[in-house]
């Protein structure tokens, strides 16, 4: 594959959902879910409410217009430190056949940049520990700092 030209944009929720975005959430579930019997099932309500009141933004990245990757963020003021907007990762995909040539890292970096212009303070992001799927390295290449440790309990088994 030649070097690909990517496009990278903020985008709304309602445009990200005529792009087709379901496949590739689809895929980025099969990926990455650790709860394979808990169904992929967006609420999308929800997600246009975050939008509606200002605090979503949905960065993505486009090949030949054809929508390979996103990353989402909710932004708030956090209620430790009211004075402070932040922005914490929801989501953060880019399809396979497209992680090469930097185009996750700029999209990152291209997300940063729009968020800093927006005056929010610190971002969090999240990362999967197999390591295959682990983004520590190159977040912190762009920065970022390993503050937390994020673990997980179903309550619903026996």
């Known amino acids: 594959m030649a070097n690909p030209i990517p496009k990278f944009g903020l985008e709304s929720l309602a445009q990200v959902r005529a792009s087709g975005v379901e496949q590739l959430l689809r895929q980025h579930w099969r990926e990455?879910?650790?709860f394979t019997d808990i169904p992929l099932d967006p609420?999308?309500?929800a997600y246009q409410g975050v939008e509606n009141v200002g605090r979503l933004r949905i960065f993505t990245v486009r090949i030949d217009d054809e929508l390979v990757g996103y990353a989402a963020y909710f932004i708030n003021r956090n209620p430790h430190y009211r004075s402070s907007l932040q922005a914490v990762q929801d989501v953060l995909f880019l399809a396979p056949e497209h992680r090469k040539?930097?185009?996750g890292y700029r999209l990152i970096m291209f997300a940063d940049t729009h968020l800093a212009a927006e005056g929010v303070q610190a971002v969090y992001q999240h990362s999967k520990v197999k390591k295959e799927l682990d983004m520590g390295p190159l977040l912190a290449r762009q920065g970022y700092e390993l503050i937390?440790?994020?673990w997980a309990?179903?309550?619903d088994r026996g």
């Open 148 to 150: 937390d440790t994020l």
């Open 43 to 45: 609420d999308w309500d």
């Open 101 to 103: 040539f930097r185009i």
């Open 32 to 34: 990455v879910a650790h």
């Open 153 to 155: 309990k179903r309550l």
